[in-house]
């Protein structure tokens, strides 16, 4: 009778476990969904990856890591914990290549879990820094332009030189032509006064 009873009691104890254990082991935290997806081959530059979790997860103890396909971890310049999601901000987005997620989280049950999947990035190169000034542009039309307009200027201004050489030479040469013209002008009152007077002498002359 003890006997039965001590079997009856370890198969109780038994079948107690068995339905005990899953539900403990299922009660500790695990990854429900994550951003980019495990095993996703993305044509796009990555720069954040999140996790989401079945239950709140420890902001203090939870980690994050990315590994390039030589195994080189990828700076994460930031990791955040809200709720059930950690995630982290890459330093700068993902070029193409594998790549592998570390995680390590402590759920609300104290036990901490972890865990690891790989991605793809298949995404075109990054253009250059659209910041970055531009070399000037020289306009060779303009460059060969300027050399005539001095040329131009100082043509002009030999030009101008010219003539107002050409005109002071002909003020110059004129003033002697007024004074000649004055000058003959005064010999010949001079000489019809003479005349007037010796005509005018000679008439007083005859009368007496």
Do not use: C
Not at 60 to 71: A, F, M, R, Y
Not at 130 to 157: K, L
Not at 166 to 174: F, H, P, Y
């Amino acid at each position: 009778m003890l006997r039965h009873m001590k079997s009856a009691i370890l198969l109780t104890l038994g079948l107690l476990l068995v339905l005990v254990f899953p539900t403990v082991t299922s009660a500790h935290s695990k990854l429900e969904t994550s951003i980019p997806a495990a095993d996703s081959k993305l044509t796009e530059s990555v720069s954040e990856v999140s996790l989401s979790f079945n239950e709140n997860i420890d902001e203090t103890l939870s980690t994050l890591k990315v590994l390039d396909q030589e195994g080189t971890e990828v700076e994460v310049s930031s990791v955040q914990v809200e709720g059930q999601t950690l995630s982290g901000t890459l330093a700068s987005p993902l070029s193409s290549g594998a790549y592998t997620v570390e995680w390590k989280i402590v759920g609300g049950d104290g036990h901490p879990v972890d865990g690891t999947y790989a991605f793809e990035v298949d995404a075109p190169d990054l253009a250059p820094d659209a910041a970055d000034p531009e070399e000037p542009v020289t306009d060779t039309d303009d460059a060969a332009e300027e050399p005539t307009s001095t040329d131009d200027t100082v043509t002009d201004d030999a030009d101008n030189a010219s003539a107002e050489n050409e005109q002071d030479q002909d003020n110059a040469a004129a003033e002697p032509a007024e004074n000649s013209g004055s000058t003959a002008w005064i010999i010949i009152i001079i000489v019809v006064a003479f005349v007037a007077g010796y005509f005018g002498i000679k008439a007083s002359r005859k009368r007496k």
